[in-house]
């Protein structure tokens, strides 16, 4: 069966510091993977999409980064980390097209 | 600008009676809809979909109703129960040409549902 793993589950973060969170995916090949961010009284905003390695796609503009050095690996980052990228940031698998995704357990982001 | 719209944040509902969860969308490409469940501290957990060719599809208490027409689809939890109580997330997507069918999704609306 199909896992996906998200790390760390929290993390507090001065202003200006760098970030970064992992996604890993088990149990498939090839998966598109997802970076969604939930703020505050707001719904899941898609941030990063990749359907292959290398091959990321934004979809906001931002002051994060993703990049998925392996097949199954996902990776969301920041030089320089602001009070408004605090949040609830999780990663999610599917297999393209239209079909359901799987979310990993999300990592809460506070940045002070 | 908002795609997908859930304009309930919150619905409160006496267990065993039924639940209605509303969604609407604007993108009259999105041809692929979804409901999640999703706990506080936790990633959301896929319930149900529908593909647009249908206009309902079922799975034990939940059922998911779609009017392609009206843009609409909702979400009814028959009986519901208390461990129903959660935020909700309507999604959907698009596969065309140049899309890559990215799930968008709604603000959510918080179910409680009372013993």
């Known amino acids: 069966s199909q896992t996906i793993h998200q790390w760390p589950a929290t993390l507090v973060q001065p202003v200006g510091s760098p970030l970064s969170l992992e996604c890993t995916v088990e149990?498939?090949?090839?998966?598109?993977l997802y970076w969604y961010r939930q703020a505050a009284g707001r719904g899941l905003q898609l941030l990063f999409y990749s359907v292959g390695i290398g091959q990321i796609s934004s979809e906001v503009p931002q002051n994060l980064s993703a990049s998925r050095p392996q097949d199954r690996q996902f990776i969301l980052s920041s030089k320089k980390l602001l009070l408004s990228d605090s949040g609830f940031y999780l990663c999610?698998?599917?297999?393209?097209?239209?079909?359901?995704?799987?979310f990993g357990q999300g990592t809460r982001l506070t940045v002070v | 600008d908002q795609q997908v719209k859930q304009n309930s944040p919150s619905l409160s509902v006496q267990e065993g009676r039924i639940s209605i969860l509303n969604c609407d969308y604007t993108?009259?490409?999105?041809?692929?809809f979804l409901w999640y469940k999703k706990y506080p501290a936790e990633g959301p957990t896929f319930l149900i979909s529908i593909s647009s060719i249908k206009d309902k599809n079922e799975d034990g208490r939940f059922t998911v109703f779609l009017n392609k027409s009206a843009k609409h689809l909702s979400l009814h939890i028959v009986p519901s129960q208390p461990g129903d109580s959660a935020v909700y997330f309507c999604a959907a997507s698009a596969l065309y040409r140049g899309s890559q069918g990215n799930l968008i999704f709604g603000k959510g609306t918080k179910l409680s549902v009372k013993p």
């Open positions: 149990g498939t090949s090839n998966p598109n």
């Open positions: 999610a698998w599917n297999r393209g097209g239209n079909t359901e995704a799987f």
């Open positions: 993108n009259s490409m999105f041809d692929y």
